[in-house]
C-alpha cells in the first residue's frame, strides 16, 4: 500500500482532532456553550470516521500481507484509538448536557487523549516512520 492509499485516512481524521480541540477551546474561553457541543459533536464524527476507516477501508488485507510493522496495522491500531476517543466524547458531551460535577475532569482526560491520537495519525503518515529512510552512509558517497 503505498502513501497516496494512506493520505485521506490519516488526513481526515487528523482535521477532525484539530477542528474540535479549536472549537472546545474558543467554546471554553468564550463561554458559550455552542462552540463546546460543536467541538464534542466534531470529536464523535471523528471517531465515526476513523471506524468507517476501519471496518470499509480494506486495510486489514494490506495489514496481513505486509506484515506486523506496516504503516496500515498502525494506522488500524490508530484509528480504533480514535474510536475510543469519540465514546469518551460522546460521554463527555452527555456528562456537559446533563451538567455533571466530574465534567470537567473528563473533558481534559478526552482532550489530552485526542491530542495524543493527533500525534499518532501524523507519525503514520511520516515517510521517515514507514521505513522509506535514506541510508546515511550512501548519502555520505554521494
Known amino acids: 500500500m503505498n502513501s497516496a492509499q494512506l493520505y485521506l485516512p490519516t488526513l481526515l481524521p487528523q482535521w477532525g482532532i484539530f477542528a474540535g480541540v479549536v472549537l472546545l477551546t474558543v467554546g471554553y474561553v468564550e463561554k458559550k456553550i ?16 476513523a471506524l468507517w476507516f476501519n471496518l470499509f477501508g480494506e486495510f486489514n488485507a494490506f495489514a496481513a500481507s505486509e506484515g506486523a510493522d506496516a504503516p496500515v496495522s498502525h494506522l488500524i491500531a490508530t484509528g480504533w484509538k480514535s474510536v475510543a476517543g469519540g465514546v469518551l466524547a460522546a460521554i463527555s458531551l452527555l456528562m456537559l448536557q446533563l451538567k455533571k460535577k466530574r465534567y470537567p475532569l473528563l ?19 511520516d515517510p521517515a516512520a ?13
Open 34 to 49: 455552542i462552540w463546546t457541543q460543536l467541538g464534542w459533536i466534531t470529536l464523535i464524527i471523528t471517531g465515526m470516521t
Open 107 to 125: 473533558a481534559i482526560l478526552t482532550l489530552v487523549y485526542f491530542i495524543l491520537i493527533f500525534f499518532l495519525y501524523s507519525q503514520v503518515s
Open 130 to 142: 514507514k521505513g522509506d529512510k535514506i541510508n546515511p552512509q550512501t548519502q555520505q558517497k554521494q
